[in-house]
């Protein structure tokens, strides 16, 4: 039977090493009382493109942290360290090659028999793919929030995006006490305008009018939203009814200059809208919706009226 070779005697500092230069985590330790670097990992040159011998102090570690998040991960990192609390950061670290890669770094504090900091060991790990997907889900998500309050034919502000408006303007005018107005719209014979021209036409009658409304009430508190087929709506915090009837007039003024085509209006062969303007101070007790609905009659009076027309109302609930 051939004999196996004798154990041979092993080194445990080799096998740690050896371990720790070949895992994906960096491993690194500085002395805390002369804050260099007393080891690096030399994975540290495939992930940065630093040698390892490029880290000489903290300062290093310091100047390779993007400006955007150097401050504020510094201060943290001593902070903690200098209270012996292990932690981790995320930051973007430069490369040899002056690009910026996403890094975590997790930190434990080794304490001397005082209980003193004496040196900070601790990996850092490649997270730019992982942030960066992260980033691009944020972004698509942002995304997805604004279409989701977003009317898809007009740009303007759907009718789910005026309703938490709407809430959130009643609350705060009843909390303040100060006026709310409302404008809801109504392009007239639109009906007319489909048959006439077509369904696409009219879509395009849509987007011109929302466009008008959007330029008129440009106030970054007024809020334009298409409430549902041809009838939009335009919120006004802290708006009177002068203005309320001001922004009203100025708009159907707008829409008569703009003379987008309609054969089969009697007025003067352009669309034009009709348009009920109410305002109010909510009362305790009072409800937005009571609001909407009255201001919506007052849109019906106009229509009533003969069409072309505001009709501005101070509304009792
Ligand atoms: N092109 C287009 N038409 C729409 C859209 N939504 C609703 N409509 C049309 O709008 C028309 C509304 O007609 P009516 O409610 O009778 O109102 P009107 O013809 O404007 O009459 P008055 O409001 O009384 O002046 C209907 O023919 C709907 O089909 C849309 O997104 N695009």
């Known amino acids: 039977m051939p004999q196996l070779p004798p154990p041979q005697p092993f080194d445990q500092d080799d096998i740690y090493r050896t371990l720790l230069e070949s895992t994906q985590a960096i491993p690194w330790k500085i002395d805390w009382a002369s804050q260099r670097y007393v080891y690096v990992g030399p994975q540290i040159e495939a992930l940065l493109g630093w040698r390892t011998d490029d880290w000489g102090t903290v ?5 390779r942290i993007h400006p955007d998040e150097r401050d504020q991960v510094v201060r943290r990192c001593v902070e903690l360290s200098q209270a012996g609390v292990d932690h981790e ?3 973007r670290a430069l490369t040899a090659d ?3 890669v996403w890094v975590r770094e997790t930190v434990h504090v080794l304490r001397n028999a005082q209980g003193g900091t004496e040196a900070l060991v601790g990996f850092i790990f490649d997270i730019h793919e992982r942030k960066q997907t992260e980033q691009r889900l944020l972004a698509l998500q942002r995304e997805l929030q ?12 759907n009718r789910r995006r005026f309703d938490e408006a709407l809430e959130q303007a009643w609350a705060q005018a009843q909390a303040t006490q100060t006026p709310l107005s409302l404008l809801v719209l109504d392009i007239d014979f639109f009906k007319q305008l489909n048959d006439c ?3 696409q036409t009219g879509d395009q009658a849509l987007v011109q009018v929302a466009q008008a409304l959007a330029q008129v009430c440009d106030k970054c508190n007024d809020l334009v939203a298409r409430y549902g087929g041809e009838e939009f709506v335009v919120l006004l915090p802290k708006v009177g009814l002068d203005i309320a009837r001001q922004v009203a007039e100025r708009f159907r003024r707008l829409l008569q200059e703009q003379a987008i085509p309609h054969a089969r209006s009697p007025f003067g062969q352009q669309v034009t809208v009709s348009i009920g303007a109410g305002s109010l101070v909510p009362q305790p007790g009072q409800d937005c919706a009571g609001f909407v609905h009255a201001v919506d009659q007052l849109l019906y009076a106009a229509k009533n009226a003969g069409r072309n027309r505001v009709v501005a109302q101070a509304v009792l609930l």
């Open 197 to 199: 021209y077509g369904h």
């Open 59 to 63: 300062q290093d570690w310091i100047d």
């Open 98 to 100: 002056q690009r910026y």
């Open 146 to 157: 604004a279409l989701s309050y977003q009317d898809s034919l007009t740009r303007v502000a």
């Open 89 to 91: 950061a995320d930051y």
